[in-house]
């Protein structure tokens, strides 16, 4: 097992973004394109679930236990989804 932070990091990504592509496909692609980093991509992900209203949907599991949007952002990112 490899045990680079990155490729966790970009793992983590990669599921994040495949659940809200679920939701919203063409609005989920945006979060990723171009030239970005992580900061970027944290708040492209955070307008994305503020304008679909998706603070509060769950979109995973940790140990059994529902993860909503904004659980994962958080997990993810390391800081609060900030929802204006």
Known sequence: ??????????????????????????KAVRVFSGTTDISIRAKRAAALIASEGLTDTVCGKTAGQPVTFAQAHERLYGH?????
């Open 1 to 26: 097992m490899n045990s680079d932070p990155g490729l966790r990091q970009m793992k983590a990504e990669q599921w994040f973004i495949s659940k809200l592509r679920a939701i919203a496909p063409e």
């Open 80 to 84: 609060t989804l900030k929802i204006v």
